[in-house]
C-alpha cells in the first residue's frame, strides 16, 4: 500500500504486546487479502451478482426464436352405418417456430433494464467489499489497541505491586504512615481491574477479528502508514459524489426503473410475430391416409382491454421510478454526511495525537521528578501514585486517538468510493465481474453455472 504518516506509540509497543518479531507475523496487508478472499459475506454478493447476470440474457431472449417438437399416437376403433369398423393408429408429428418481430419495445427496455440492475449490483458489490475491508481495518486496529493497553495495565500492575511492597517496608521502620500503605494497595487494586478490563476488550476484539478476517490472530505487524488521502475536505466531498458506490448504484438502480416503466407500457402495444408449422399426420380419419403440412404466416396481436391490470403496472412502475429518483438524492446526502464525519474524526484524532503525545511526554518528566522528590520526603506517596496515574492515562489516551486516526483515515477512503483490493494493492487476485457476465450476456444455451 502507499504509504504516509504513522503512529508512534501503539508502533512501538504493538510487538512487546502481541509476541517477538517473527518473519511469520501478519501484516495488515496480509489481514485484508486474507478477508478478501474468504469472507462469507462477500463471497454471497458475488453468487447474487452472477445470479442477476442472467437477467441479461433472459431479457435478449425476446429476440430469439422458440422452436418446439409436439408428438402423439394412440389406438382407435370407429363403426359406422355408412363405412365398415375401422382400427386406427392415429399419429402425428409437429414442429412450430415463432420468431417474434415486435414487441412494442419491450424486449430493447427489458435489455436496458436488467443490464442497469447488474451494474448497480456491481456497485453494491464494490460497497460490500468496501464495508468488509473496514471492518476488518476496524478489527486489526482494535487487537493492536487492546494488545497494548493490556501491556501497559500489566506493566502498571508490576510496578505498583513493587511500590507496594516498598511501601510496606517503609511502613515498617516508620518512614511512611498506614495511610500511605493504604493508598498503594486501593491503587494497585485499580490497575489490577484495569488490566482486567482490557484483557477481557482484548479477547472481544481478537474474536471479532477471527469473524470477519477468518482466522484468530497471531502477531500482529504494526499497521503500516495510512494510505494517500484526499488533501481536502473539499476534494473528498467531489470524489466522494463521483465515486461512492451506493452513489453509484442508486444511479443505476434509477435508470432500472425508468426502463421498467418503458416495459409495462410496451405490453399495451401491438406484438408481431412470424410463425412457422411443419407437421405430419397418419390415419387421423381414414385408416392408410395421410397427410403432411407446411405453413408460415405473421400473426399480430393489438390487445385492446386487460382488465385494467396492465395499466395498474405502468403507474406502479412510474410510482417506484420516483422513488428511485428520491433515492439517488439521499445517497448523495448521506455519502457527504460520511465523508464529511470521518474528515472531522481524523482531523480531530490527529489533533487529539500532537496533545497526548506532548501529554506523555510531559508526563514522564513529571513522574521522574516526583520520585526524586519523594526520595527527599518533598512528595508523598499519594503524588507519586497520582503522577504515574497520569502518565498511564495518557498513554492508553495516545494508542486509542492512533487507532481512531487509523480507522478514520480508512472510513474517509470508504466514503470516497476508493477502498477497495484493487486500489489497496492487495495481493490477491482480484475479482473480475465482467469476466462471468461477457461469459452469459449472449449464450444460447447450457445449464453449467461456474461456482467463482
Same mark, same amino acid.
Given at each position: ?36 478472499? +474468504? ?22 431472449? #425476446? ?55 447488474? $451494474?448497480?449490483?456491481? $456497485? ?6 468496501? %464495508? ?107 470524489? +466522494? ?30 406484438? &408481431? ?8 399426420? %397418419?390415419? =387421423? ?5 395421410? +397427410? ?15 382488465? #385494467? ?15 428511485? =429518483? ?5 445517497? @448523495?446526502?448521506?455519502? &457527504?454526511?460520511?465523508?464529511? =464525519? ?72 470508504? $466514503? ?12 490477491? %487476485? ?5 469476466? @462471468? ?16
Amino acid at each position: 500500500m502507499a504509504i504516509a504518516g504513522g503512529r508512534a506509540l501503539i508502533c512501538a509497543v504493538a510487538f512487546l504486546a502481541t509476541g517477538q518479531f517473527a518473519a511469520q507475523a501478519e501484516s495488515l496487508g496480509d489481514a485484508l487479502a486474507s478477508t478478501y478472499l +474468504s469472507n462469507p459475506r462477500l463471497q454471497s454478493e458475488r453468487v447474487s451478482l452472477r445470479a442477476l447476470d442472467e437477467t441479461v440474457p433472459q431479457a435478449l431472449s #425476446g429476440w430469439r426464436p422458440t422452436v418446439s417438437l409436439g408428438a402423439n399416437a394412440g389406438a382407435e376403433r370407429r363403426d359406422s352405418s355408412v363405412i365398415t369398423r375401422q382400427n386406427l393408429n392415429p399419429r402425428s408429428i409437429g414442429l412450430n417456430a415463432t420468431q417474434p418481430l415486435y414487441r412494442g419495445g419491450r424486449t430493447v427496455s427489458s435489455t436496458k433494464r436488467a443490464e442497469s440492475d447488474v $451494474a448497480a449490483a456491481r $456497485a453494491r458489490l464494490r460497497s460490500v467489499e468496501q %464495508d468488509i475491508m473496514l471492518e476488518a481495518v476496524t478489527a486489526y486496529m482494535d487487537v493492536l489497541r487492546d494488545s497494548v493497553r493490556v501491556q501497559l495495565t500489566s506493566n502498571n500492575v508490576r510496578v505498583l505491586e513493587r511500590q507496594l511492597e516498598a511501601s510496606r517496608d517503609r511502613f515498617e521502620v516508620g518512614e511512611v504512615t498506614r495511610t500511605d500503605v493504604a493508598q498503594s494497595v486501593a491503587r494497585l487494586s485499580r490497575a489490577i481491574a484495569d488490566r482486567e478490563a482490557a484483557e477481557g476488550d482484548l479477547a472481544t476484539s481478537r474474536a471479532t477479528f477471527e469473524q470477519v478476517i477468518g482466522h484468530a490472530p497471531g502477531t500482529l505487524e504494526p499497521a503500516p502508514p495510512l494510505p494517500e488521502l484526499p488533501p481536502t475536505l473539499e476534494d473528498a466531498l467531489d470524489v +466522494s459524489i463521483k465515486e461512492n458506490p451506493d452513489v453509484v448504484s442508486a444511479r443505476f438502480a434509477a435508470d432500472a426503473a425508468r426502463h421498467d416503466v418503458r416495459v409495462n407500457v410496451g405490453s399495451l402495444l401491438p406484438e &408481431l410475430n412470424l410463425v412457422g408449422d411443419l407437421s405430419q399426420a %397418419d390415419e =387421423q380419419t381414414l385408416e392408410g391416409v395421410s +397427410s403432411s403440412t407446411e405453413s408460415i404466416e405473421a400473426q399480430l396481436s393489438v390487445p385492446l382491454y386487460q382488465a #385494467g391490470a396492465v395499466a395498474s403496472r405502468v403507474r406502479q412502475a412510474k410510482q417506484t421510478r420516483s422513488q428511485r =429518483q428520491v433515492e439517488v438524492e439521499t445517497s @448523495h446526502r448521506l455519502t &457527504l454526511e460520511a465523508t464529511r =464525519q470521518a474528515w472531522e474524526i481524523l482531523r480531530a484524532a490527529r489533533a487529539q495525537i500532537v496533545a497526548l503525545t506532548e501529554e506523555v511526554r510531559a508526563n514522564e518528566i513529571a513522574l521522574e521528578g516526583v520520585r526524586q522528590e519523594a526520595a527527599v520526603g518533598s512528595r508523598t506517596t499519594l503524588d507519586v501514585l497520582n503522577a504515574e496515574q497520569e502518565l498511564l492515562d495518557a498513554r492508553v489516551g495516545l494508542v486509542a486517538a492512533e487507532r481512531d486516526e487509523y480507522v478514520a483515515g480508512f472510513s474517509l477512503l470508504a $466514503a470516497v468510493g476508493r477502498l477497495s483490493a484493487k486500489q489497496l494493492q492487495l495481493p490477491v %487476485d482480484i475479482y473480475d465481474p465482467e469476466e @462471468h457476465f461477457d461469459k452469459t450476456r449472449n449464450r444460447w444455451w447450457g445449464l453449467e453455472a461456474p461456482d467463482n
